[in-house]
């Protein structure tokens, strides 16, 4: 951005480019009027000097990119889109058990204008692995998902992963463990790891600081008492296996300069894990944005080459082409809601979260596969083959779930 543009205010920068309506990052509007807005600003100091994180990326957000060209019609609504499934449906999915190593996508089913993350890992012997999980709401569909997977026996997971402190995320631990007298015997958790910063970023520091961050913070960091487990912090370059199931930590934000903490928001503060299955690489980017992206490009281009991505932030588009093209995964995963899904904040097709539609498009352009979890559970033998890309779990009554494939 020119010199001169910086120094002008940011409403004086959109009057320069000519906008003449403008509502800008829920600006003065009360808490129950605000809306999704389709880009974060970071202050430097004062309001004069304001960078726009499609800058940082290199997006042009005031340009087409967002218009659907013929040539990927498929990022279109479908006219005829129905859905069959009901609440219950997707709590309570019949999940494939195989004879290899698997991994499993659990939906959202709480807030389904929305998303979480939640991935399940089972061993070829049957022993279990998590990351994050999902809203509180969301702790019962886990638990049920775990004992399907156990044979109906108690689980025991051997290692469960919290990313960073949303509670799309953390939210089904933090149930467990805030309750732990209500869910005593349906589950034991042997090891909790995570990449925590000190709880003063949450309670004092973040841009999202406050007392529900730094609450997670204690309830997680107090696990040992409340669960019984391990409770271990990890750091960039750590390996956790489980029985073949090898989790290496690539990324944690610690590496972050003290002076951009102030600047960064929860999504940012996420731990990427890299998983290495029978020889195949599977990377987790959990909800990586700008500062995360710019880190694993400057200190990890050269470990980021993996088979399968979690796409980061739920398709919202904080991750850079860049980044993807150094991972080059030729499989991409996404967990996210319909709505969300099609960015559809109740007005049709955009007018929810403008970056899922730059990452469809971006998918689109590479002609990879996309495999979404938005229509229920989904669960792969691994490592993935090119048919196991394509199998998905019976609905109640029998049929499969395709994963869809995107390309001209």
């Given at each position: ?5 910086r ?74 889109y ?129 007392s ?20 271990v ?24 300069e ?60 904080n ?17 996210a ?34 495999i ?9 033998a ?27």
């Open positions: 951005m020119p010199e001169e543009l120094s002008i205010s940011i409403i004086d920068f959109y009057r320069h480019i000519g906008c003449d309506v403008l509502q800008f990052g829920n600006y003065e509007l009360l808490p129950e009027e605000r809306i999704t807005y389709p880009f974060r600003y970071i202050y430097e100091g004062t309001e004069k000097s304001t960078e726009v994180v499609e800058q940082i990326l290199g997006y042009d957000f005031l340009r087409g990119d967002f218009e659907l060209s013929p040539s990927f019609c498929d990022a279109a609504i479908p006219e005829d129905t859905f069959e499934y009901t609440t219950s449906s997707l709590r309570s999915p019949r999940l494939p058990i195989y004879d290899s190593d698997a991994m499993y996508m659990l939906p959202v089913t709480s807030h389904l204008d929305w998303n979480i993350m939640s991935f399940i890992f089972r061993t070829s012997d049957g022993r279990l692995a998590v990351i994050d999980g999902g809203h509180p709401e969301e702790t019962e569909a886990m638990l049920g998902a775990l004992t399907q997977l156990s044979g109906g026996e108690t689980p025991i997971v051997d290692v469960w992963f919290v990313t960073h402190l949303h509670s799309d995320h953390y939210g089904v631990l933090t149930e467990l463990c805030s309750d732990s007298g209500k869910y005593s015997g349906r589950v034991k958790v042997k090891k909790l790891c995570h990449a925590l910063l000190p709880r003063e970023f949450y309670s004092d520091i973040s841009r999202e600081r406050g529900v961050p730094a609450g997670a913070w204690d309830v997680l960091n107090n696990a040992a008492a409340t669960l019984g487990c391990e409770v912090r990890l750091a960039e370059g750590d390996s956790v296996s489980v029985c073949g199931l090898d989790f290496y930590v690539l990324h944690t934000p610690d590496c972050v003290a002076g951009l903490l102030p600047k960064m928001n929860m999504n940012d503060s996420s731990m990427v894990l890299r998983l290495t299955a029978g020889g195949q690489r599977l990377l987790f980017l959990s909800d990586g944005e700008w500062i995360c992206n710019r880190q694993l490009l400057g200190k990890h281009r050269d470990e980021l080459a993996a088979d399968v991505v979690q796409i980061a932030h739920h398709g919202c588009g991750v850079s082409d860049e980044c993807y093209a150094a991972i080059g995964a030729k499989v991409y995963l996404m967990q809601g319909n709505r969300f899904y099609y960015s559809d904040g109740g007005e049709g097709l955009n007018s929810h979260n403008t970056g899922m539609i730059r990452t469809r498009r971006l998918l689109c352009r590479l002609g990879v596969k996309e979404c979890d938005r229509n229920g559970a989904l669960g792969f691994l490592p993935m083959s090119e048919t196991q890309t394509r199998r998905a779990i019976p609905t109640e009554d029998g049929r499969l779930r395709q994963a869809h494939r995107y390309g001209r």
